[in-house]
């Protein structure tokens, strides 16, 4: 009875070796396939986050700066709309399109349940994102990309309308975001405008 706990109890210590092994040859595939491109856009796996999750902070970023609690639903749904929108203004199997459908998807900053993001975060993450840009799709394709970002910002920003029906309302706090966030995405070298 004793050599057979004996030998029951090798066996479990072999097996919880074999399973430490394989969990950490896992986690080495998995950190060095990190560190690959992305074959079908040449991105690394960073890199594609990085991009896929910019329309969601940038939403994260309006709900944070716009006052008006009653345009939740409004700009959610606005999102979802300028999403689909943008999507559409892609070839298909570009990266764009590839991206903005992803970005639609449940993302890393989603399953951490981010709720907020403050605007010197998100205009942080945007330069860190315009610099990929650049260095990886071009000038060309980085101008459109961020432009598209930007035409998402507006149409959240102009969900809560105005005083009017299809009037739109842009507060000044989100018009100053939307600045920031083109001038944070490389897209102007002007002075704030007054």
């Known amino acids: 009875m004793v050599a057979t706990a004996a030998v029951a109890e090798a066996g479990e210590a072999l097996h919880g070796h074999i399973f430490q092994r394989a969990i950490f040859s896992l986690r080495f595939a998995r950190s060095t396939a990190d560190d690959l491109p992305v074959s079908e856009f040449g991105f ?9 999750e910019a329309p969601l902070q940038i939403y994260l970023a309006m709900l944070t700066v716009d006052v008006a609690v009653d345009s939740l639903d409004d700009e959610a749904r606005a999102f979802s ?32 349940g981010a709720a907020a993001m403050s605007e010197d975060e998100l205009c942080g ?6 610099a990929v840009l650049q ?8 101008h459109t990309f961020s432009e598209l970002l930007v035409h998402l910002a507006r149409r959240i ?8 029906p299809g009037a739109p ?26």
Do not use: N, Y
């Open 157 to 164: 920003a102009e969900a809560t309308g105005g005083l009017f």
């Open 135 to 142: 260095r990886r799709a071009g000038d060309t394709e980085a």
């Open 44 to 52: 690394t796996s960073d890199e594609w986050d990085q991009i896929t």
């Open 81 to 112: 709309d300028a999403l689909t929108e943008v999507i559409e203004k892609c070839q298909p199997g570009s990266w764009m399109r590839g991206a903005f459908e992803a970005a639609s998807q449940p993302t890393a900053t989603q399953a951490r």
């Open 169 to 194: 309302r842009v507060t000044p706090a989100e018009r100053e975001l939307i600045w920031r966030i083109r001038q944070s995405l490389d897209l102007m070298h002007t002075l704030h405008p007054s």
């Open 125 to 130: 993450s945007l330069s860190a994102l315009s």
